[in-house]
Structures are given as structure tokens and as C-alpha cells.
């Protein structure tokens, strides 16, 4: 008896042993993964922080350099910063809330709802989504000239207002996490499709807005060719158009351009964890919940 006691402890001892060491070794994975992760933004830090010699040197630099704050105010000198900042504040804050709206709307009309030619109208949807955007360049443009709005935030925004893979994101996230027990509730309740969007479907949705929130917000922000294109008048650029204007043919400043970048990328970095909070937020949330 004595015998099988000791042996079932030293098992017992040897699986929490096998244990530890397995998280141990997660642990060590997930660190490795976040540094190299981070040291992009790392890089770019130190880039930024340099000069264009410091760029150059054999072994390169690891550390951060004094220049930082010289680098950004040339960055402010050289081009309107502030100015493409605001614009593309606005488009991309404005964009994501169409998107997320109309994206939103119309997936919840097509998980929950039949009515003529859905599926051929979904499919015809997801054709859209397979089309490379650069296509759409030209017939885009002379769309918004024929509207007036070439060289205006409309065009920037308004053609962007709902897209294809937000629709279809949202749809299977509504199939899967919309009952439809709340529905019949809600129609039981008086409520027509409207209202059952915005108080039944809507918060429920919350994680996958997060998401596609995020996704288009960076998305906007980065935008580089639709604007370069459409945006005729240079006072009225974005800010990745902006900061293009940094590079040069001859004799480009690489420390100038990497400062300019590590500041536009700032802003973009701040929304990411605010909506990656609340993303992971509800998603433990309904785990718990389950």
C-alpha cells in the first residue's frame, strides 16, 4: 500500500513537473513573440532618434540617439503636419463610423432576414470584395469629378462608407452570435427591423464592431494611392501623402522620414489598444457568460 502511495505521488509529482515546464515554455514563446513584435517599432524608434550617418553605420546602431525631438521639429518645418493630421482625422474617424453603421446594417439584414435574391445579391457582394481596388482607381475618380467632389474629404469618405468584407465579417458574426430567440422577443415587443437592430442586434455585436473598427480605422489612416490620386489641391492631403513629400530623388534625409513616420504612427498605436481593450473585454465577457 505504502509501495502505490509513493509511486502515485511521484507521478503526481512528475505531471505538476511536466506542467510547469510546458507553461514555462508558453511563457518563453509568448515573450519571444511580443520582442520581435516590438522591435520593428523599436527600430523605428532608434531611426528617428538618429542621423542619416548614425543610418549608414557598420555595426548599426541599437540604441536610441539624442535627435528625436530635432528630427520631429524638421519634420514640422518641412511639411503641414498638423493640417494633413487633421484631414486624415476626419476621414478616418467619420469612414470607420459609416462603415461600422451601414457594414453592420446590412449584415444584419442579410443573417437574419429573407427577402428576393438575397443569396444572388451576397454573391454578388463577395465578387466585389474579390476585385483588386486598384481597378476601380479611374472609374472611382471620374465618378467624383462628375460629382464635383475630386479634391474634397467626401471623396475620401463617402466611397468608402460600407465594403464588402465588412458585410460579410459582420453576417457570419451575427449568424453565429445573434439568437434568434431575441428576435422573436423583440417582435413579440412591437419592435420592427430598426429598432431590433440598433437595441437587440447592436450590442451584441460589440466585439466584431471593435474589430472591423480597427481594421478600417488603420486602413484609412495608411491610405496612400486613393488619395494621391483623387486629392487635386496640396493643401488638402492626408497625412501619408504629406509625409511622402519627404523623400526626395537625391540626398533623402532618412532620419527626417523616419521621424516623420514614427509620429504619424503614434495615433495609430493609441486606437489599436483602445479597441483592442474593449474587443478582448467582450470577448471574456461572453466566455464567461457561456
Known sequence: MAVEQRSTGSAGLAIGSGSRLSRTCVRAVLVLGVLVSLFPFYWLVVLASGTTQDIYRYPPKLVPGPHLLDNMGRVLDTVDFFGSLFNT???????????????????????????????FLFGMLLVT??????????????????????????????PGAANAFGIFWMRQYAQNSLPDELLDAGRIDGAGFFRLYWTVALPLFRPALAFLGIFTFIGLWNDYIWPLVVMIDPDRVTLQVAL???????????????????????????????????????LAAGAMKM
Not at 446594417?105 to 443569396?119: G, Q, S
Not at 472609374?139 to 474634397?152: C, D, E, I, K, L
Request: glycine share 4%; hydrophobic share 65%.
Open 129 to 158: 470584395y474579390m476585385i483588386p481596388a486598384q481597378l476601380s482607381l479611374v472609374p472611382q475618380f471620374v465618378t467624383m469629378a462628375a460629382f464635383g467632389w475630386a479634391g474634397s474629404l467626401k471623396a475620401l469618405i463617402i
Open 244 to 282: 511622402a513629400n519627404l523623400n526626395v530623388l537625391y540626398n533623402t534625409d532618412y532620419s527626417l522620414v523616419m521621424a516623420g513616420a514614427l509620429m504619424s504612427v503614434v495615433p495609430l498605436i493609441v486606437v489599436f489598444l483602445i479597441g483592442a481593450r474593449h474587443f478582448l473585454r467582450d
Open 89 to 119: 482625422v476626419v476621414v478616418a474617424v467619420l469612414g470607420t463610423v459609416l462603415v461600422l453603421f451601414f457594414d453592420s446594417l446590412a449584415a444584419f439584414a442579410f443573417a437574419k432576414y429573407e427577402f428576393p435574391a438575397k443569396r
